[in-house]
């Protein structure tokens, strides 16, 4: 069945735990791209990591067990997010910050 805008989603992840120093944005990055997601994600000064990632809505499920799958070091403690609108211009997955 062909992706349409309907499967298609975009959310922002508030990620606390071990989740700077530990590699995680860069796992975030390389994952998004094995998945053919796009979006970025940065460090936040308190030690909390902010993401929005875009794509077909099962990838995006499986962004996160894909960041952590053989990490010993990192300990996602707590998570939020939400759905944003779509940003249909974008391409790429970025490292900011």
Not at 58 to 70: D, F, H, K, Q, Y
């Amino acid at each position: 069945m062909p992706v349409t805008e309907k499967h298609i989603v975009r959310c922002r992840y508030f990620f606390y735990g071990e989740v700077q120093g530990v590699g995680f944005r860069y796992r975030a990055k390389y994952a998004a791209e094995l998945l053919d997601l796009t979006g970025w994600v940065e460090n936040q000064w308190d030690g909390s990591v902010i993401a929005e990632v875009q794509g077909p809505k099962e990838m995006v499920l499986r962004w996160i067990p894909t960041i952590t799958a053989g990490s010993h070091w990192i300990h996602i403690e707590r998570m939020e997010h939400r759905e944003l609108p779509l940003r249909p211009d974008e391409s790429g997955f970025r490292v900011r910050g």
